[in-house]
Nanobody
């Protein structure tokens, strides 16, 4: 069982930045590819970004490409999401997720492929 805890959400003005963190309670963090998803108000959950076990492979939704950066620190069992140039469409609850993977470089965009989820952190962008 892996527990994931997100932090770093909050309210920010359009054009601002936030960095989300997701701490994992597992000694085998290196065995998990990680992803960030979000659920805007009244909408379904959507993929944001993913990173492989090694950290060398990343993948982004078109809507955040060039503005968001996913990274991980395997020594700290933590994955990050740096969000820049935020706009009102980024308002959502953000979730991190862990995918147990035998491949060092796989990244996944489908939420059904992930094994564990955090409780989410709210990000609100005001214009």
């Amino acid at each position: 069982q892996v527990q994931l805890e997100e932090s770093g959400g909050g309210a920010v003005q359009a054009g601002g930045s936030l960095r989300l963190s997701c701490a994992a309670s597992t000694r085998t963090f290196k065995s998990y590819a990680m992803g960030w998803f979000r659920q805007p108000p009244g909408k379904e959950r959507e993929f944001v970004a993913a990173i492989s076990r090694s950290g060398f492979s990343t993948y982004y939704a078109d809507s955040v490409k060039g503005r968001f950066t996913i990274s991980r620190d395997n020594a700290k069992n933590t994955v990050y999401l740096q969000m820049n140039s935020l706009n009102s469409e980024d308002t959502a609850v953000y979730y991190c997720a862990a995918d147990y993977s035998t491949s060092r470089e796989v990244v996944r965009a489908k939420d059904a492929m992930y094994d564990y989820w955090g409780q989410g952190t709210q990000v609100t962008v005001s214009s």
